[in-house]
T-cell receptor, first 116, second 115 residues
Framework: NAGVMQNPRHLVRRRGQEARLRCSPMKGHSHVYWYRQLPEEGLKFMVYLQKENIIDESGMPKERFSAEFPKEGPSILRIQQVVRGDSAAYFC??????????????FGPGTRLLVL | AQSVAQPEDQVNVAEGNPLTVKCTYSVSGNPYLFWYVQYPNRGLQFLLKYITGDNLVKGSYGFEAEFNKSQTSFHLKKPSALVSDSALYFCAVRDESNSGYALNFGKGTSLLVTP
């Protein structure tokens, strides 16, 4: 059973470009979470999605960031007009559809974004 | 509001000795507590969790953690450390009374096990 998959693993962008990060949850998981890890810090929650629905986006910056989880295909975290402060590791996690409070979130290997 | 504190940035221990990585939490309702480990340039791997029941939770790779409600702590322990245990350890909490599903992470503790 494959784990959570993320691609690309590394992404380099120049200021002003767009970054697209993809996440495929574990088989059977319908809940996806995105977190950001800045250097020397813990993970910070960004957004929680189910298929075709954003459930909680309280951690998303108000501008330039968006996320989706379409009916078919991976979840996408999109960052428009990237700035140097967006440089970080972005992790996706997934969990089964039952009892979300109690379920473990399983993390992917992350995408390390570097903005030049 | 919910929060997690890991008071030690780094813990050093000799191989074969017991290790403890500390975590304290603050929540409004009943806590759901998790420990994850992160190796360099890797994602987080789940170690163990406390939801309810027995206060001593056993997890992967010989790790265990004890939930202490009165001290609001969930310290990670292992009886005999291995050099391969050297990594970054994160404690996380979710609050039952909080309508959100996000995990709230501590800043992490770097564990170094020396031969």
């Amino acid at each position: 059973n494959a784990g959570v998959m993320q691609n690309p693993r590394h992404l380099v962008r120049r200021r002003g470009q767009e970054a697209r990060l993809r996440c495929s949850p574990m088989k059977g998981h319908s809940h996806v979470y995105w977190y950001r890890q800045l250097p020397e810090e813990g993970l910070k929650f960004m957004v929680y999605l189910q298929k075709e629905n954003i459930i909680d986006e309280s951690g998303m910056p108000k501008e330039r960031f968006s996320a989706e989880f379409p009916k078919e295909g991976p979840s996408i975290l999109r960052i428009q007009q990237v700035v140097r402060g967006d440089s970080a590791a972005y992790f996706c996690a997934s969990s089964p559809p039952e009892a979300a409070y109690q379920e473990t979130q399983y993390f992917g290997p992350g995408t390390r974004l570097l903005v030049l | 509001a919910q929060s997690v504190a890991q008071p030690e940035d780094q813990v050093n221990v000799a191989e074969g000795n017991p290790l403890t990585v500390k975590c304290t939490y603050s929540v409004s309702g009943n806590p759901y507590l998790f420990w994850y480990v992160q190796y360099p340039n890797r994602g987080l791997q789940f170690l163990l969790k406390y939801i309810t029941g027995d206060n001593l939770v056993k997890g992967s790779y010989g790790f265990e953690a004890e939930f202490n409600k009165s001290q609001t702590s969930f310290h990670l322990k292992k009886p005999s450390a291995l050099v391969s245990d050297s990594a970054l350890y994160f404690c996380a909490v979710r609050d039952e009374s909080n309508s959100g599903y996000a995990l709230n992470f501590g800043k992490g503790t770097s564990l170094l096990v020396t031969p």
